[in-house]
């Protein structure tokens, strides 16, 4: 095991730096190879800041880290000419610098991709690394950006109180894809065009593919001022003007809370794949309206309008209905190749099979629905999530075989019968209020991974989890010995919640376990305690 390429592949999988030693602590070859190598997650600053301070060589830290985050000036000042040696590639600067930082202050950062920075200050031409990519000036308060300012390749910018400071597109190096207003965006004398279309005189860059206009913008939509090439388009909460000069680049359409204007047929451009509308949206969508290659459609809170035959793109593969949506849903109003469909809260009527197209693979039933009415389920299924008031009787017939990620919801609590669960299933999570006996031989030989919700506390036997499984987390009220045979023996990871207290006589757990969650008290004493290679405490 001594691929450097396979270990950085998984180490980019793994969640913290304690997960990364632990991979490396499993071969002593491992540490030795790769420790020196591999990019950690997070630079470990108060161990850093002990080093400087003590002067204590005997701690050798690794020359890699993916982020460093800096939470007072003071620290700053301390350690930021100790970071020459380390490739750190994002910095979060979480304060406000009291005092002017001038040109060299960052120079310690060589390798630095991504920079936040809480600054009040002006920011010197030469101040920001030429190596940034992606630059967070949210929070800058002072009244001018000027010209050569931003690094020459940086590609991703997010800023805030635009109005004070922004003046021209110029300021922007040609290298920018991407623009995020965060704060404030809604000056009308930066909305400059001539109307002709045949000069650049937005303030926006030309070259722009993303752009949030943030929750400050709600002016009328201009010729000329969104960039010709622009592919993401998010508006914020504020913005409710008519659809106009929208560029027929666009990919994706997003609009934030308020807007609730009619759309007319054409106003969308035909690129569009990806649209989706805020809570306050509840007009009429018409035939003709929505372009025919959308593939993503999530309509906001308030929509509750009857769905036409048509109206939806037969190029649609994912929808999202509303939260108030309760309209009966006719035959053929749903498109046929439509893969992932979730519907909303309060949608009260009986789902047949005329209504689901089979083509579903993913789905999401109304949370409360009626538990009189009946389901009838796509016949090739792979994700269910079931209502949180489900009952077995609403199922005209078993769980389609293809079903392979089961979600239950939280109000559930009947007993299992052999033969419910399909054989393929991998992934099942319980609601917070089951709490039955679980049979020997309930569950099929592919279920990888098995979650149980709070109120869980029934004791499990040997034969009662499967071979296959290896991923099993219990709930806060779980408390139950888990005596030789009842662990699956192929068990990677184990999570216990806040009130599991057994003795280590009562805890048997399997070779194969590398992940547990546990309080420290229950495993301390535990016999298999070393043979872990995680252990997360509360």
């Not at 470990?44 to 005997?58: A, E, G």
């Not at 001018?144 to 922007?172: D, F, M, R």
């Not at 943030?214 to 000329?224: A, H, I, K, V, Y």
Request: hydrophobic letters at 40%.
């Amino acid at each position: 095991m001594n691929n450097f390429f396979l270990i950085s592949n998984i180490v980019s999988h793994l969640n913290n730096d304690r997960d990364i030693i632990s991979l490396l602590s499993s071969e002593k070859c491992l540490y030795s190879n790769f420790r020196g190598k591999i990019r950690y997650k997070s630079f470990p600053t108060h161990r850093f800041l002990q080093q400087i301070v003590k002067n204590d060589n005997s701690i050798v830290l690794p020359p890699r880290f993916k982020m460093i985050m800096i939470a007072t000036e003071y620290l700053f000042n301390i350690i930021n000419k100790h970071l020459e040696r380390f490739n750190i590639l994002h910095v979060r600067l979480s304060f406000y610098f009291k005092s002017p930082i001038v040109v060299g202050d960052l120079s310690s950062f060589n390798f630095m991709k991504s920079l936040r920075l809480f600054i009040s200050h002006p920011i010197d031409v030469g101040l920001l690394p030429e190596s940034l990519l992606y630059l967070d000036l949210r929070y800058y308060g002072y009244e001018a950006l000027n010209e050569n300012v931003l690094p020459k390749y940086l590609e991703t910018l997010e800023i805030g109180y635009v109005e004070k400071y922004i003046q021209s597109h110029l300021i922007y190096p040609e290298s920018l894809t991407s623009l995020s207003f965060v704060n404030q965006f809604n000056h009308e004398s930066l909305l400059v065009t001539d109307n002709s279309g045949l000069e650049w005189t937005s303030i926006l860059p030309r070259n722009l593919t993303t752009l949030n206009l943030g929750n400050r913008f709600e002016d009328d939509l201009l010729c000329n001022f969104l960039p010709p090439q622009l592919k993401h388009l998010t508006f914020g909460d504020k913005f409710n003007s008519q659809l106009k000069f929208l560029p027929n680049s666009l990919v994706s359409l997003s609009f934030g809370r308020l807007f609730n204007q009619e759309i007319y047929q054409d106003q969308l451009p035909k690129t569009l794949e990806n649209l989706i509308f805020g809570s306050v949206f509840d007009k009429d969508i018409k035939i003709g309206v929505l372009p025919k290659n959308l593939k993503i459609l999530k309509l906001g809170y308030h929509w509750n309008k009857d769905i036409e035959v048509g109206v939806l793109p037969e190029s649609l593969t994912k929808l999202k209905l509303s939260y108030s949506f309760n309209k009966k849903l006719k035959i053929g109003s749903i498109p046929a190749q439509l893969k992932s469909l979730r519907f909303g809260r309060i949608y009260d009527f009986p789902i047949t099979e005329e209504i689901l197209p089979n083509s579903l693979k993913k789905l999401i039933l109304p949370m409360n629905y009626n538990t009189r009415l009946s389901i009838c389920l796509p016949l090739f299924i792979e994700n269910l999530r079931l209502p949180r008031t489900f009952s077995l009787k609403q199922i005209e017939h078993k769980l389609p075989p293809t079903c392979k990620y089961l979600t239950f919801g939280n109000e559930f609590n009947q007993v299992i019968e052999r033969g419910f669960f399909p054989n393929r299933l991998e992934s099942l999570t319980f609601g917070d209020f089951f709490n039955r006996d679980i049979l020997p031989m309930i569950f099929g030989d592919s279920l990888k991974h098995l979650q149980f919700g709070r109120t869980f506390n029934s004791q499990l036997f040997p034969g009662s989890l499967p071979k296959s499984l290896e991923i099993l987390k219990f709930g806060d009220q779980f408390n139950q010995p888990l005596l030789e045979d009842v662990l699956p023996p192929n068990l990677q990871r184990l999570e216990f919640g806040k009130f599991f207290n057994q003795s280590p006589e009562n805890l048997k757990l399997p070779n194969t376990l590398r992940y547990l969650k546990i309080k420290m008290n229950v495993i301390s004493n535990h016999a298999d305690k070393n043979k872990i290679i995680h252990i997360e405490n509360f």
